[in-house]
């Protein structure tokens, strides 16, 4: 299994697309809206029916995996089966921490982080790192399954199989 930590806030929405809602005259104050071109990259890595989710995001405090489901779904992410969990709340801790503990409790062949954040500890190696004012952009998405592609590659070839 692949797995994406996925943060929200500056991944999934950005500053720009608030600026933008806000001109257009709908205002988007708590910053829910995600912005579509990175909906639509998100969408194009999740062609690969390998990869799940795992919200890393401060979001994961507030709603519940349904009802995050559900406004994916509704901002236009094909998710529904694909979000399976959240990273653990250690508050004093780094982000990087949290999604360690998720990694030592749970089984996975490899991973990324989308985070516009740099919190990351031991696993900052595996950060892809998005600008908050733009959000998860296909140079991200592009990037991140070269990575997990190529775990995949090497696990073939450690078990013979190509
Ligand atoms: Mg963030």
Same mark, same amino acid.
Request: no cysteine; aromatic share 0%; net charge negative.
């Given at each position: 299994m692949k797995i994406i930590f996925l943060d929200i806030d500056?991944? /999934?929405?950005?500053g720009n697309h608030c600026i933008a809602l806000y001109n257009a005259g709908t205002p988007d104050f708590r910053c829910r809206r995600f912005t579509p071109q990175s909906v639509k990259a998100l969408n194009w890595l999740l062609q690969d029916e390998e990869i799940r989710i795992v919200v890393s995001s401060t979001w994961r405090l507030s709603w519940k995996i349904d009802e995050l489901k559900k406004h994916f779904e509704k901002e236009g992410v094909e998710v529904a089966d694909r979000i399976i969990g959240y990273t653990p709340n250690f508050?004093? !801790? %780094?982000r990087g921490a949290e999604i360690q503990h998720w990694l030592a409790s749970h089984s996975c062949d490899t991973f990324v982080i989308f985070d #516009? #954040?740099? #919190? /990351?500890? !031991?696993? %900052? %190696?595996r950060l892809i790192k998005t600008d908050n004012r733009v959000g998860l952009t296909m140079k991200h998405v592009r990037r991140a399954k070269k990575w997990l592609d190529k775990a995949n590659q090497d696990m073939k070839q450690a078990i013979g199989s190509e």
């Open positions: 500056g991944v /999934m929405n950005s508050p004093r !801790e %780094k #516009d #954040d740099s #919190d /990351m500890g !031991e696993v %900052k %190696k």
